[in-house]
């Protein structure tokens, strides 16, 4: 059964610092999404992407994020200047169509010291 | 702005009987989706169950049911035969059909089960 791949599966970075986590979803699929887990929190909505842009993004999305499709297969969630409470696991997912449910990557776990 | 609400952080069962999960919503839409995602230790998100909010019907997987109550904006998981592997937090999420919001799900905050053998 096709997967959503993310990469790396864990990755450690100083804050101040620029990281970038990556994501492959299932190839047909159409919309993207990001959203992160603070260790014994809910899962938050962070960003949806279709067609090349972005759809929605929520509060915590602030100017430090950033997404790109580079290529048309890769799904890229770029922090720019990273901070302590940067520090999740950030789970990339992707969906068909609009009456189909998101498929989810095991989550990339983002360290920040 | 939709929630969700989980009000049990913590359920045990014991192995082969039957547990369930509560999950209330806030909405104002008339038509959304429903699902129910399983989070083991390694921390992937499983799909567990969905359910289409204009099914009158409960949807089942297998030892997977929903119930499903509109009008009390209830969404309940039950989980028969329970089994050593269903360990693990599980998550309630909404997700609106309207097509402008992007399909964002919105979680709640997560019912961690244990089952005793």
């Known amino acids: 059964e096709p997967e959503v791949t993310q990469t790396p599966s864990h990755q450690v970075t100083q804050m101040g610092q620029e990281v970038i986590l990556r994501c492959v979803p299932i190839?047909?699929?159409?919309?993207f999404y990001w959203y992160r887990q603070i260790l014994g929190q809910k899962v938050e909505f962070l960003v949806s992407?279709?067609?090349?842009?972005?759809?929605?993004k929520s509060e915590i999305f602030d100017d430090q994020f950033s997404v790109e499709r580079p290529d048309g297969s890769n799904f890229t969630l770029k922090i720019r200047s990273t901070k302590l409470e940067d520090s999740a696991m950030y789970f990339c997912a992707s969906r068909e169509q609009v009456n189909q449910p998101q498929h989810f990557g095991d989550g990339t776990r983002l360290s920040i010291l | 702005a939709q929630t969700v609400t989980q009000s049990q952080p913590e359920m045990s069962v014991q192995e082969a009987e039957t547990v369930t999960l509560s999950c209330t919503y806030d909405?104002?839409?008339?038509?959304?989706?429903l699902f129910w995602y399983k989070q083991p230790p390694s921390r992937q998100m499983i799909l567990v169950i969905r359910q289409e909010a204009y099914k009158q019907q409960n949807a089942t997987e297998n030892r997977f049911s929903v119930n499903f109550q509109k009008a009390a904006k209830s969404f309940s998981l039950k989980i028969s035969d329970s089994q050593l592997g269903d360990a693990a937090m599980y998550f309630c999420?909404?997700?609106?059909?309207?097509?402008?919001?992007?399909?964002?799900?919105?979680f709640g905050q997560g019912t961690e089960l244990s089952v005793k053998p």
């Open positions: 909405t104002s839409e008339s038509d959304y989706y």
């Open positions: 992407f279709y067609n090349n842009e972005i759809s929605e």
């Open positions: 999420a909404y997700r609106s059909v309207i097509y402008n919001q992007g399909g964002k799900l919105i």
């Open positions: 190839s047909n699929h159409l919309y």
